[in-house]
């Protein structure tokens, strides 16, 4: 009897719901913003203002890449920031101005993100240090270095070689009319990004960080995955020091705060900061969400101060969202 009162009973739709770590979350977020944004100011979904922007904001999004590496492996990387800081006085000094020294430059900059990636990595997995502390030393490190090795004063200059990634633009392109450098170098990494998140190596990477025990028992070499990681973030690092370089010139403030920027951005993207989920595309958008909101804030007049407590807030709400979650499994 109860069989046939259930089988006659109307069945209800599906609730939808978004899936966790799936990016459907952010780009609802981000059309908001840009529609309120288009609001207050027409002219910026523009294509000429829209390229200039999407290009001001390549260096923020290639560290939310580099940063959703280590972050979906379980781990943190504080050092991106002093590391674009150092690579942008690094290459003012050795280039001087002078155009022939820009490429052995930028493959020496790329090298060295690189190498700083992996002394974090190997630092972190074999010697067993909380990542939080290996790349806070690093950090350190790296900015004393900069100021010991610069006398306190940022010296040389950039070649407009050099500038050109960060600052030039292919001109008069239909339909878009000026279409960035740094528009270009950010599409080919995120492209290379998505690739290699749906490679095996991406699969092991979020595997590790969901359960590196089990991964381990499955043959993953986990010291190793979460090393290459490390090294990914340090070359997107190296990456946006050459956009940021080329578009502001050299300063000890260039990559000031940007290490909390990308870990906000990742965060915002819907990538658990415990590791094992998420997706490298929702932390890019997460960076493009990051920006609007910048953009928003200037446009209706909210001080810039106001920018390190709304990352701030976002860090712990994804925090508290994260705690949660972990309580009601």
Do not use: C
């Amino acid at each position: 009897m109860q069989l046939t009162e259930d089988r006659h009973r109307p069945l209800r739709p599906a609730r939808w719901r978004p899936r966790p770590g799936g990016v459907a979350p952010i780009v609802g977020l981000l059309v908001l913003l840009l529609v309120l944004v288009a609001i207050r100011q027409p002219d910026f979904l523009a294509p000429p203002s829209l390229m200039s922007f999407l290009g001001r904001s390549a260096p923020l999004v290639l560290l939310a890449a580099g940063q959703y590496f280590v972050i979906v492996s379980g781990e943190f990387d504080l050092s991106v920031g002093s590391l674009v800081t150092a690579q942008v006085v690094v290459a003012a000094r050795l280039i001087d101005s002078d155009p022939s020294r820009t490429w052995p430059v930028v493959a020496l900059l790329l090298a060295g993100g690189m190498l700083v990636g992996l002394v974090n990595g190997l630092v972190t997995t074999r010697l067993r240090v909380p990542s939080f502390i290996t790349t806070l030393g690093m950090f350190l490190i790296l900015v004393g270095a900069v100021y010991l090795w610069s006398d306190g004063a940022p010296k040389g200059g950039l070649s407009e070689e050099f500038r050109r990634f960060g600052r030039r633009a292919f001109e008069d392109v239909p339909g878009l009319g000026r279409v960035p450098y740094a528009l270009l170098v950010l599409l080919v990494a995120a492209t290379l990004a998505v690739l290699l998140m749906r490679s095996d190596f991406g699969r092991t990477l979020v595997a590790v960080g969901d359960n590196p025990r089990t991964a381990e028992l499955s043959g993953v070499r986990v010291w190793r995955t979460r090393t290459v990681a490390f090294v990914l973030s340090g070359l997107a690092a190296a990456l946006a020091a050459i956009l940021l370089g080329g578009y502001s010139g050299v300063s000890f403030q260039a990559g000031a705060g940007l290490e909390f920027g990308a870990i906000t951005a990742v965060v915002l993207g819907g990538v658990a900061l415990g590791g094992g989920r998420g997706s490298v595309v929702g932390a890019m958008l997460g960076a493009l969400t990051l920006e609007t909101l910048f953009v928003l804030m200037n446009f209706y007049g909210v001080s810039g101060a106001l920018r390190s407590t709304v990352q701030g807030a976002i860090i712990l709400a994804a925090v508290a969202v994260s705690g949660l979650r972990s309580s009601s499994r």
